[in-house]
């Protein structure tokens, strides 16, 4: 193994004339032509993947796993070079004396081998990602895949690189959030944030509060078509994950190097939480029901009492939320909490005053800083929108700027960690064309300004810039009732949002990975993914 990194690095000492480059996304740090650029590697079933030890092992599987599923070739995977033969090789290595950067890896592909390296198994998973790409975008049935003469060098611009799935407003079985978490991993990101709840339905089992599931998950009832709609489709409706599945998902998640971080709302967002539990909200005696409409902040009571009784009620759930979810994270929401509901309620007023709270805002902050600390005592840090900021930030919580990035910029310069996810940039439940042929939200976000946002705002200097994480795409699903939809608006959205998180700032270029993309699409095809093909007529 130890030829193989003196390679890579004699590779790359040269000057080699530009040439036609695989089409990759993201845009990797550095490509070039192989020094023999007429060479190609075949695979075919003879080919073997060779791995450095067994913890390379899971990448190799899902490389030989990816082959077979989309070009019915049989790879075997082997640690032992003297099975090998001769034949030609996929080399992929782990050694933590290769970089210092746990996230780089490099790529040479020569005549008899490809071989590949990282000084972790994060980094040798995104290796392997690239390679899926550098595989051709059909399968001709010949037996035999083709890859060009190619030397990458490759790390990621951000560590944190998210999407976000909302699972309230519409609910997607098991098998759904696994393809969903494959998108991401195919396209390097490493956080999915799972919306588990919210007003239209409670997604997960929470076995000291059964209620949450028996009442909590089901509306009795949509609207039709964009909000305010046109009528309510009066079908009972919903669905929740068990314990179990949540480990199934965390765990498939965990294999492809991504951490799923769970948001439970509060304290609005909580009308699904008041229909099993009204003892919980601001009026008593009021009986609450599971949202059946969209657009409902500040028009129906959908927040929580802040008392004692809440409090204890939110930690019996976030400790088994706690217990789950391995995530350093727990994404507890905090927006659009409509003050009128705690300014109504002579209980909110009484805790406001016997805490000596100035407002209704600081009402907020109080109700965010309880619960952090709880959070911070299983040894967990918040994530929370910027609505958090309202009346006082937490001391250690993660900023989610979406109204904007001012929230963003504000938590940056006082030294708080930031996610940026602007919605008139990020949000993929808008419109992607201004005349779209389906359903969605009622704003346009193209795919140039996709690609084209820059997460480090300008007003930051250096120093307050190094807070930013990085930044996320959300997927809302008032509008997205089934997988193909959400497909639909997911790509090639998710592809721009990729090169944004990963690839060097100089490196964009909005036309050229329009040229990329035709590549892209013939992978779609390949994968049987659903995306408008209004695109393939965008010209660069």
């Not at 796993?65 to 640690?79: F, G, Q, W």
């Not at 009986?287 to 409902?296: D, L, N, P, S």
């Not at 994530?383 to 001012?406: F, H, Q, T, Y």
């Not at 504000?410 to 064309?433: C, G, S, W």
Request: aromatic content about 12%; overall charge positive; glycine content about 6%.
């Amino acid at each position: 193994m130890r030829n193989i990194f003196i390679l890579m690095f004699c590779l790359f000492s040269f000057t080699i004339s530009s040439a036609q480059l695989p089409n990759l996304i993201p845009q990797p740090v550095e490509m070039r032509q192989g020094l023999f650029p007429k060479d190609k590697f075949i695979i075919d079933k003879h080919t073997v993947i060779l791995i450095s030890d067994g913890s390379a092992m899971s990448s190799a599987q899902y490389l030989a796993d990816y082959i077979s599923k989309y070009y019915n070739l049989s790879l075997r995977v082997t640690s032992d070079p003297e099975q090998v033969n001769g034949t030609h090789t996929i080399n992929l290595v782990i050694n933590k004396k290769l970089y210092t950067n746990a996230d780089k890896y490099f790529i040479s592909v020569l005549l008899n081998k490809i071989n590949a390296g990282a000084a972790s198994k994060e980094g040798l998973f995104y290796a392997v990602q690239t390679i899926i790409q550098l595989l051709p975008v059909a399968n001709d049935q010949s037996g035999k895949l083709i890859i060009p003469s190619v030397d990458i060098i490759d790390y990621p611009r951000f560590a944190y690189r998210g999407m976000h799935l909302d699972v309230s407003r519409h609910f997607f079985d098991v098998n759904f959030v696994k393809k969903y978490i494959d998108y991401l991993a195919m396209h390097k990101l490493n956080f999915f944030h799972w919306h588990l709840t919210d007003d239209h339905g409670w997604r997960i089992a929470i076995r000291k509060h059964p209620k949450l599931t028996d009442i909590g998950a089901w509306r009795n009832g949509t609207i039709i078509g964009l909000y305010p709609g046109t009528g309510n489709d009066g079908l009972r409706y919903g669905g929740y994950y068990t314990q179990e599945e949540v480990k199934e998902v965390i765990k498939y998640a965990a294999e492809r190097y991504i951490t799923v971080i769970p948001e439970i709302e509060m304290p609005a967002h909580s009308m699904s939480v008041l229909a099993a539990y009204p003892e919980l909200g601001t009026e008593p005696n009021k009986k609450y029901e599971v949202a059946q409409t969209w657009g409902i902040f500040n028009k129906f009571n959908n927040v929580l009492q802040p008392t004692e009784e809440t409090f204890k009620f939110l930690e019996d759930v976030l400790t088994e939320v706690i217990d789950l979810f391995p995530s350093p994270y727990i994404h507890i929401g905090g927006d659009e909490a409509a003050k009128k509901w705690w300014m109504q309620s002579p209980l909110s007023q009484q805790i406001k005053v016997k805490n000596k709270l100035k407002d209704e805002s600081a009402l907020q902050s109080y109700f965010i800083h309880r619960i952090e600390k709880f959070v911070n005592s299983k040894g967990k840090t918040i994530i929370g929108w910027d609505e958090i900021l309202d009346g006082g930030l937490a001391p250690n919580a993660i900023v989610m700027s979406w109204r904007g990035e001012k929230g963003g910029i504000a938590a940056a310069k006082i030294r708080q960690k930031v996610i940026m996810t602007p919605e008139a940039k990020l949000y993929f439940n808008h419109a992607q064309f201004l005349k779209d042929d389906s359903l969605t939200a009622a704003n346009y976000l193209p795919l140039a300004t996709v690609y084209n946002y820059e997460p480090i705002p300008a007003e930051l200097r250096a120093e307050q810039a190094k807070y930013i994480l990085g930044a996320q795409g959300n997927l809302w699903s008032e509008y997205i009732a089934n997988p193909a939809k959400a497909e639909y608006m997911l790509f090639p959205r998710l592809d721009a949002l990729s090169e944004v998180l990963w690839s060097p700032k100089a490196k964009k270029n909005y036309p050229d990975f329009l040229n990329r993309m035709k590549t892209q699409f013939k992978r779609y095809d390949l994968m049987g993914i659903t995306y408008s093909k209004r695109y393939l007529t965008i010209k660069p």
